[in-house]
C-alpha cells in the first residue's frame, strides 16, 4: 500500500492520538475505494487521498474541535505581512533538535500544522496544497508564511522555557 | 527597501515555486546582500528541522495487515451491488465466491500491492524512469538494475504501444514495471522472480479490485503480472504478445 505510512503519519500529527490516527486511516482508505470511480486518471493521486484523509479528519469531532479554535486571522489574506527583521543573533532552530520542532509543531494549530507537513514533510507543490486544502494558491503561500513564523516563535517560546 | 522586496519571495524562492526570471534575480541578490542571505539561511535551516521532525510516528504492523485484510475483502462486486439490478448482483457474486475458492490469500494480497503500484504509476507525474518506445532501448535499461532478463514481444502491427519501464518491488525482491499503452488506457506489465508456492503458479485470468483487469502466469522462472482497465480482450491480446517472446 503505497503512501500508508505517510498517511498514517499525516493523520496521528491531525489527530494527536493513535486510535484515531488509525480509525482515520481506515475511513480514508475505505471512502477511497469506494469513491475510487471519481478519480480521474492523470490527475494527482496523493493530492486526491490527502484530501479525503482530511475532509474525514474534518468532519471528526477532533477536527470539529481544532477548526472552530482556528483564529480569525488565519483566514485574513489580504492582511500585509510584516517584514521580518532578524539579526545573525536570533537564527534559531540552529540549535533546536528534533523533539523540540516536534512539539512546537504539536502545538501549533491544525490548519498551520498542516500546510507546514504538506510544504515541507510531504515536499507538496502549492499546486497540490492548494488541491489538499481546497484553498486558493494565494491562501496556500499566506497561510505558509504564518505558519512558519509561528512555528519559529513556538521554538523560540519553548526554548526560552528550557 | 529593495531587501523587503525579496524577502517576501524568500519563501517561494526556497520552496521551489519561484518562476526562473525571478529565482535568477533573487539569487544574485542574495549573493551581494548578507541579510537576505542570512534570512534565506535561517529559513532553509527552518526547513529542514520541519522535514526532518515531519516523520514522527510509525503505524503499527498490526494496523497494516487490519487494512490490507479489509482492502483485499472488498471486491468491485461488493460495492458495485448497490446499483446493479438484483439478477445482476446475485451472478456476480456467484462469480466472486468462484473466485475466492480459486484464488488463494497470499495471491490476493500480491494482485492487490501491484493493482496498487499501478494506480499509483497512473497517478505519477513520471511514470516511468526509462522513457522509450524502443524495447531495445528498455530491455537493456533494466540489466544490472534486476536479477534477471526478460524479452520484450514486437509490437509493431499491433494496437500497443510501449511507453517505457521501471524498476519495482514485490516482497522486497526488484522486478520490472513496464508500461504499455493501447488507445487512452494504460497497461502496467510486472515481471518477478518466481518463489511462490506451486499452487500459486498456475495459470489464471483473474478481475480484481478496482474494476482492473488482471493476467499473471508463470514461465522460465519468472512471474508475469498484467494489469489495467482496458477490455479483457486487450489484456488477453497483450499476454499472448509477452508469452510469445519470452
Same mark, same amino acid.
Not at chain 2, 528541522?49 to 510509525?58: K, T
Not at chain 2, 536479477?147 to 520490472?176: C, D, M, R, W
Given at each position: 500500500?503505497?503512501?500508508?505510512?505517510?498517511?498514517?503519519?499525516?493523520?496521528?500529527?491531525?489527530? %494527536?492520538?493513535?486510535?484515531?490516527?488509525?480509525?482515520?486511516? %481506515?475511513?480514508?482508505?475505505?471512502?477511497?475505494?469506494?469513491?475510487?470511480?471519481?478519480?480521474?486518471?492523470?490527475?494527482?493521486?496523493?493530492?486526491?487521498?490527502?484530501?479525503?484523509?482530511?475532509?474525514?479528519?474534518?468532519?471528526?469531532?477532533?477536527?470539529?474541535?481544532?477548526?472552530?479554535?482556528?483564529?480569525?486571522?488565519?483566514?485574513?489574506?489580504?492582511?500585509?505581512?510584516?517584514?521580518?527583521?532578524?539579526?545573525?543573533?536570533?537564527?534559531?532552530? %540552529?540549535?533546536?533538535?528534533?523533539?523540540?520542532?516536534?512539539?512546537?509543531?504539536?502545538?501549533?494549530?491544525?490548519?498551520?500544522?498542516?500546510?507546514?507537513?504538506?510544504?515541507?514533510?510531504?515536499?507538496?507543490?502549492?499546486?497540490?496544497?492548494?488541491?489538499?486544502?481546497?484553498?486558493?494558491?494565494?491562501?496556500?503561500?499566506?497561510?505558509?508564511?504564518?505558519?512558519?513564523?509561528?512555528?519559529?516563535?513556538?521554538?523560540?517560546?519553548?526554548?526560552?522555557?528550557? | 527597501?529593495?531587501?523587503?522586496?525579496?524577502?517576501?519571495?524568500?519563501?517561494?524562492?526556497?520552496?521551489?515555486?519561484?518562476?526562473?526570471?525571478?529565482?535568477?534575480?533573487?539569487?544574485?541578490?542574495?549573493?551581494?546582500?548578507?541579510?537576505?542571505?542570512?534570512?534565506?539561511?535561517?529559513?532553509?535551516?527552518?526547513?529542514?528541522?520541519?522535514?526532518?521532525?515531519?516523520?514522527?510516528?510509525?503505524?503499527?504492523?498490526?494496523?497494516?495487515?487490519?487494512?490490507?485484510?479489509?482492502?483485499?475483502?472488498?471486491?468491485?462486486?461488493?460495492?458495485?451491488?448497490?446499483?446493479?439490478?438484483?439478477? &445482476?448482483?446475485? &451472478?456476480?457474486?456467484?462469480?466472486?465466491?468462484?473466485?475466492?475458492?480459486?484464488?488463494?490469500?497470499?495471491?490476493?494480497?500480491?494482485?492487490?500491492?501491484?493493482?496498487?503500484?499501478?494506480?499509483?504509476?497512473?497517478?505519477?507525474?513520471?511514470?516511468?524512469?526509462?522513457?522509450?518506445?524502443?524495447?531495445?532501448?528498455?530491455?537493456?535499461?533494466? &540489466?544490472?538494475?534486476?536479477?534477471?532478463?526478460?524479452?520484450?514481444?514486437?509490437?509493431?502491427?499491433?494496437?500497443?504501444?510501449?511507453?517505457?519501464?521501471?524498476?519495482?518491488?514485490?516482497?522486497?525482491?526488484?522486478?520490472?514495471?513496464?508500461?504499455?499503452?493501447?488507445?487512452?488506457?494504460?497497461?502496467?506489465?510486472?515481471?518477478?522472480?518466481?518463489?511462490?508456492?506451486?499452487?500459486?503458479?498456475?495459470?489464471? &485470468?483473474?478481475?480484481?479490485?478496482?474494476?482492473?483487469?488482471?493476467?499473471?502466469?508463470?514461465?522460465?522462472?519468472?512471474?508475469?503480472?498484467?494489469?489495467?482497465?482496458?477490455?479483457?480482450?486487450?489484456?488477453?491480446?497483450?499476454?499472448?504478445?509477452?508469452?510469445?517472446?519470452?
Amino acid at each position: 500500500m503505497p503512501l500508508f505510512e505517510r498517511l498514517y503519519n499525516f493523520a496521528h500529527w491531525l489527530t %494527536q492520538d493513535r486510535q484515531e490516527a488509525e480509525d482515520l486511516v %481506515q475511513e480514508t482508505y475505505a471512502k477511497a475505494l469506494k469513491g475510487f470511480r471519481s478519480f480521474r486518471p492523470g490527475t494527482n493521486f496523493r493530492a486526491w487521498i490527502y484530501q479525503i484523509l482530511r475532509n474525514t479528519f474534518l468532519t471528526s469531532r477532533t477536527g470539529l474541535k481544532s477548526t472552530t479554535m482556528v483564529p480569525l486571522e488565519l483566514e485574513s489574506d489580504q492582511e500585509s505581512l510584516p517584514a521580518v527583521k532578524e539579526t545573525p543573533e536570533s537564527i534559531l532552530l %540552529q540549535r533546536s533538535d528534533r523533539q523540540l520542532v516536534q512539539e512546537a509543531l504539536g502545538q501549533l494549530p491544525v490548519p498551520y500544522r498542516e500546510v507546514l507537513l504538506l510544504c515541507e514533510f510531504e515536499e507538496m507543490s502549492y499546486q497540490e496544497i492548494s488541491a489538499t486544502l481546497a484553498i486558493p494558491m494565494g491562501t496556500v503561500m499566506s497561510r505558509l508564511s504564518r505558519a512558519r513564523r509561528a512555528l519559529r516563535d513556538a521554538v523560540q517560546q519553548l526554548q526560552g522555557t528550557e | 527597501m529593495a531587501c523587503e522586496r525579496w524577502t517576501e519571495k524568500l519563501d517561494a524562492y526556497l520552496d521551489g515555486e519561484l518562476p526562473a526570471s525571478e529565482a535568477g534575480a533573487l539569487a544574485e541578490h542574495l549573493r551581494g546582500c548578507a541579510a537576505c542571505a542570512a534570512e534565506g539561511l535561517r529559513k532553509v535551516q527552518q526547513k529542514r528541522a520541519v522535514q526532518a521532525a515531519g516523520q514522527r510516528f510509525m503505524p503499527d504492523p498490526a494496523f497494516r495487515a487490519r487494512i490490507q485484510d479489509s482492502i483485499a475483502a472488498r471486491s468491485p462486486f461488493v460495492w458495485s451491488r448497490r446499483w446493479l439490478p438484483i439478477l &445482476a448482483t446475485a &451472478a456476480v457474486m456467484l462469480l466472486a465466491g468462484a473466485l475466492l475458492l480459486t484464488l488463494s490469500g497470499s495471491q490476493q494480497q500480491v494482485i492487490g500491492e501491484l493493482v496498487d503500484q499501478h494506480v499509483a504509476t497512473l497517478a505519477s507525474l513520471n511514470p516511468v524512469d526509462v522513457i522509450s518506445t524502443d524495447r531495445h532501448t528498455v530491455k537493456p535499461w533494466f &540489466a544490472g538494475k534486476i536479477p534477471f532478463t526478460f524479452n520484450l514481444p514486437e509490437l509493431q502491427g499491433s494496437p500497443f504501444i510501449l511507453v517505457g519501464g521501471k524498476v519495482s518491488y514485490l516482497g522486497q525482491s526488484p522486478g520490472a514495471e513496464l508500461i504499455f499503452r493501447v488507445r487512452q488506457h494504460q497497461i502496467s506489465v510486472f515481471i518477478f522472480q518466481d518463489r511462490g508456492p506451486r499452487e500459486e503458479r498456475e495459470n489464471k &485470468a483473474v478481475r480484481t479490485a478496482l474494476s482492473f483487469e488482471v493476467r499473471t502466469w508463470h514461465h522460465n522462472g519468472l512471474r508475469y503480472f498484467v494489469i489495467g482497465d482496458a477490455s479483457a480482450q486487450d489484456l488477453d491480446n497483450l499476454s499472448e504478445l509477452i508469452k510469445a517472446a519470452g
